[in-house]
Protein backbone atom coordinates (compact mmCIF):
# COMPACT_ATOMS: atom_id res chain seq x y z
CA UNK A 1 0.00 0.00 0.00
CA UNK A 2 1.16 3.63 -0.50
CA UNK A 3 1.12 6.28 1.73
CA UNK A 4 0.82 9.94 0.32
CA UNK A 5 1.16 12.81 2.02
CA UNK A 6 -0.16 16.18 1.12
CA UNK A 7 -1.05 19.64 2.27
CA UNK A 8 0.38 23.47 1.87
CA UNK A 9 4.05 24.04 1.39
CA UNK A 10 6.42 23.48 4.56
CA UNK A 11 3.59 21.93 6.39
CA UNK A 12 5.85 19.08 7.06
CA UNK A 13 5.32 16.68 4.41
CA UNK A 14 8.70 15.61 3.78
CA UNK A 15 10.18 15.46 6.94
CA UNK A 16 6.73 13.53 8.62
CA UNK A 17 7.14 11.20 5.00
CA UNK A 18 10.98 10.15 6.28
CA UNK A 19 10.33 9.83 9.98
CA UNK A 20 6.86 7.69 8.88
CA UNK A 21 8.45 5.46 6.30
CA UNK A 22 11.38 4.46 8.31
CA UNK A 23 8.81 3.40 11.40
CA UNK A 24 6.86 1.22 8.46
CA UNK A 25 9.75 -0.09 7.06
CA UNK A 26 9.23 1.00 3.73
CA UNK A 27 10.58 3.52 0.90
CA UNK A 28 10.00 7.14 1.18
CA UNK A 29 9.67 9.19 -1.80
CA UNK A 30 9.93 12.43 -2.46
CA UNK A 31 8.19 13.42 -5.56
CA UNK A 32 9.66 16.86 -5.41
CA UNK A 33 13.39 15.19 -5.71
CA UNK A 34 11.92 12.78 -8.53
CA UNK A 35 10.90 16.04 -10.72
CA UNK A 36 14.49 17.82 -9.94
CA UNK A 37 16.58 14.50 -11.17
CA UNK A 38 14.35 14.39 -13.89
CA UNK A 39 14.39 18.12 -15.29
CA UNK A 40 18.10 18.30 -14.22
CA UNK A 41 17.89 21.78 -12.38
CA UNK A 42 16.11 23.33 -9.21
CA UNK A 43 12.49 23.64 -9.00
CA UNK A 44 12.54 27.16 -8.95
CA UNK A 45 15.25 27.43 -11.73
CA UNK A 46 12.59 25.30 -13.57
CA UNK A 47 9.50 27.37 -12.17
CA UNK A 48 11.15 30.75 -13.40
CA UNK A 49 12.63 29.43 -16.60
CA UNK A 50 9.35 27.48 -18.19
CA UNK A 51 6.49 28.42 -16.27
CA UNK A 52 4.03 26.98 -13.67
CA UNK A 53 2.24 25.21 -16.39
CA UNK A 54 5.27 23.20 -17.97
CA UNK A 55 5.81 22.59 -14.29
CA UNK A 56 2.62 20.72 -13.23
CA UNK A 57 3.02 18.82 -16.39
CA UNK A 58 5.96 16.90 -15.19
CA UNK A 59 4.38 16.70 -12.18
CA UNK A 60 1.64 15.00 -13.44
CA UNK A 61 3.80 12.39 -15.71
CA UNK A 62 5.96 11.76 -12.53
CA UNK A 63 3.11 11.59 -9.56
CA UNK A 64 1.31 9.18 -12.49
CA UNK A 65 4.21 6.86 -12.14
CA UNK A 66 5.19 6.98 -8.73
CA UNK A 67 1.55 6.08 -8.05
CA UNK A 68 1.42 3.15 -10.57
CA UNK A 69 3.43 0.98 -8.45
CA UNK A 70 2.54 -1.58 -6.26
CA UNK A 71 5.54 -1.35 -3.98
CA UNK A 72 4.60 0.09 -0.34
CA UNK A 73 6.21 3.61 0.09
CA UNK A 74 5.40 6.74 1.71
CA UNK A 75 5.53 9.67 -0.76
CA UNK A 76 5.46 13.02 -0.31
CA UNK A 77 3.86 15.10 -2.86
CA UNK A 78 4.58 18.85 -3.68
CA UNK A 79 2.37 21.51 -2.25
CA UNK A 80 0.19 22.20 -5.63
CA UNK A 81 0.04 18.33 -6.51
CA UNK A 82 -3.31 18.33 -6.34
CA UNK A 83 -4.18 21.33 -8.83
CA UNK A 84 -4.53 18.56 -11.20
CA UNK A 85 -8.14 16.53 -11.04
CA UNK A 86 -6.22 14.21 -12.74
CA UNK A 87 -3.42 14.05 -9.82
CA UNK A 88 -6.34 13.86 -7.35
CA UNK A 89 -8.05 10.97 -8.13
CA UNK A 90 -4.70 9.07 -8.83
CA UNK A 91 -3.64 9.64 -5.42
CA UNK A 92 -6.92 8.86 -3.93
CA UNK A 93 -7.64 5.68 -6.18
CA UNK A 94 -3.69 4.18 -5.39
CA UNK A 95 -3.32 4.29 -1.95
CA UNK A 96 -4.23 6.10 1.69
CA UNK A 97 -3.35 10.07 1.66
CA UNK A 98 -3.05 11.59 4.69
CA UNK A 99 -3.89 15.91 4.51
CA UNK A 100 -1.05 17.13 7.02
CA UNK A 101 -3.84 20.52 7.42
CA UNK A 102 -1.87 23.53 9.02
CA UNK A 103 -2.75 27.06 9.29
CA UNK A 104 -0.79 29.41 6.61
CA UNK A 105 0.30 31.54 9.86
CA UNK A 106 2.18 28.51 11.02
CA UNK A 107 3.65 27.72 7.78
CA UNK A 108 5.24 30.82 7.39
CA UNK A 109 6.27 31.23 10.68
CA UNK A 110 8.26 27.83 9.49
CA UNK A 111 9.37 28.95 5.81
CA UNK A 112 9.51 33.21 6.43
CA UNK A 113 13.20 32.67 5.48
CA UNK A 114 13.58 29.46 2.76
CA UNK A 115 13.88 31.23 -0.41
CA UNK A 116 13.60 28.03 -2.43
CA UNK A 117 10.12 28.18 -2.72
CA UNK A 118 9.04 29.85 -5.70
CA UNK A 119 5.20 30.34 -5.42
CA UNK A 120 6.81 32.40 -2.15
CA UNK A 121 9.34 34.72 -3.48
CA UNK A 122 6.78 37.63 -3.38
CA UNK A 123 6.43 40.58 -1.58
CA UNK A 124 3.74 39.54 1.00
CA UNK A 125 4.47 35.66 1.36
CA UNK A 126 1.60 35.16 4.31
CA UNK A 127 -0.71 36.91 2.16
CA UNK A 128 0.47 34.55 -0.80
CA UNK A 129 0.31 31.74 1.74
CA UNK A 130 -3.79 32.53 2.81
CA UNK A 131 -4.55 33.00 -0.85
CA UNK A 132 -2.74 29.26 -1.48
CA UNK A 133 -4.46 28.45 1.29
CA UNK A 134 -8.43 29.28 0.11
CA UNK A 135 -7.45 27.87 -2.77
CA UNK A 136 -6.32 24.47 -1.63
CA UNK A 137 -7.45 23.50 1.59
CA UNK A 138 -10.88 21.90 -0.33
CA UNK A 139 -8.67 19.86 -2.93
CA UNK A 140 -6.85 18.63 -0.02
CA UNK A 141 -9.96 17.40 1.69
CA UNK A 142 -11.44 16.20 -1.76
CA UNK A 143 -8.26 14.49 -1.71
CA UNK A 144 -7.53 12.94 1.13
CA UNK A 145 -8.81 9.91 3.20
CA UNK A 146 -7.90 11.40 6.73
CA UNK A 147 -6.98 15.06 7.82
CA UNK A 148 -4.35 15.35 11.16
CA UNK A 149 -3.81 19.05 12.11
CA UNK A 150 -0.22 19.85 12.11
CA UNK A 151 0.02 22.51 14.84
CA UNK A 152 2.32 22.38 16.93
CA UNK A 153 3.26 18.79 17.85
CA UNK A 154 6.87 17.31 17.25
CA UNK A 155 7.81 15.13 13.79
CA UNK A 156 7.43 12.33 16.47
CA UNK A 157 3.98 13.19 17.61
CA UNK A 158 2.90 13.62 13.88
CA UNK A 159 4.29 10.37 12.69
CA UNK A 160 2.60 8.52 15.99
CA UNK A 161 -0.81 10.27 14.70
CA UNK A 162 -0.36 9.44 11.21
CA UNK A 163 0.61 5.84 12.20
CA UNK A 164 -3.07 5.47 14.57
CA UNK A 165 -4.76 6.91 11.80
CA UNK A 166 -3.94 4.06 9.78
CA UNK A 167 -3.93 1.31 12.48
CA UNK A 168 -7.55 2.40 12.64
CA UNK A 169 -8.33 2.11 9.11
CA UNK A 170 -6.55 -1.24 8.97
CA UNK A 171 -4.24 -0.30 6.64
CA UNK A 172 -1.86 -3.38 5.95
CA UNK A 173 1.35 -1.98 5.36
CA UNK A 174 1.22 -0.92 9.27
CA UNK A 175 0.47 -4.28 9.72
CA UNK A 176 3.24 -5.95 7.76
CA UNK A 177 5.88 -3.63 8.61
CA UNK A 178 5.04 -4.47 12.55
CA UNK A 179 5.03 -8.27 11.73
CA UNK A 180 8.66 -7.51 9.93
CA UNK A 181 10.17 -6.21 13.10
CA UNK A 182 12.46 -8.13 15.69
Known amino acids: ????????????????GRQLARRLGIAFID???????RIGCSIRFFFDREGED?????????????????????LSTGGGAVLRSANRLRLRDRGRVIYLHAA?????????????RPLLQVQDPLQRLRS???QRD??????????????RPS????????????????APVVFAARSAAP
Request: aromatic share 6%; proline share 4%.
Open 1 to 16: MQITLIGMPGCGKSTV
Open 31 to 37: SDQVIER
Open 54 to 74: AFRDIEEAVLDELTAGTTPAV
Open 104 to 116: PEDIYRRLRHDTT
Open 132 to 134: LYV
Open 138 to 151: PLYRETAHYVIETG
Open 155 to 170: VATLVNMVTMQLELAG
